[in-house]
């Protein structure tokens, strides 16, 4: 994702699993200034939507877009 915030505390990392799925979970919290993020808990032959949010003492911002990905076999 691109860091378009400058005051950002951190960001939330989203995700749900299934085309058209919207029940998404956070499944991890990095710090400032990251525009990345790995995910190693995922099942084979899945797809999987993500999202991201910068956070700080004042709140969460909107969501990015979604982003969508589908494991190999």
Avoid at 7 to 24: L, P, V
Avoid at 26 to 43: L, M
Wanted: aromatic share 10%; charged share 20%; glycine share 6%.
């Amino acid at each position: 994702w691109t860091d378009n915030s400058n005051n950002e505390t951190g960001f939330r990392i989203e995700r749900c699993r299934n085309a058209g799925c919207t029940n998404f979970a956070q499944i991890a919290q990095v710090g400032s200034d990251a525009t990345t993020f790995a995910d190693t808990s995922v099942n084979k032959n899945t797809t999987y939507n993500y999202r991201v949010r910068a956070f700080n003492a004042a709140g969460n911002s909107a969501y990015s877009n979604t982003a969508s990905a589908r494991t190999p076999k």
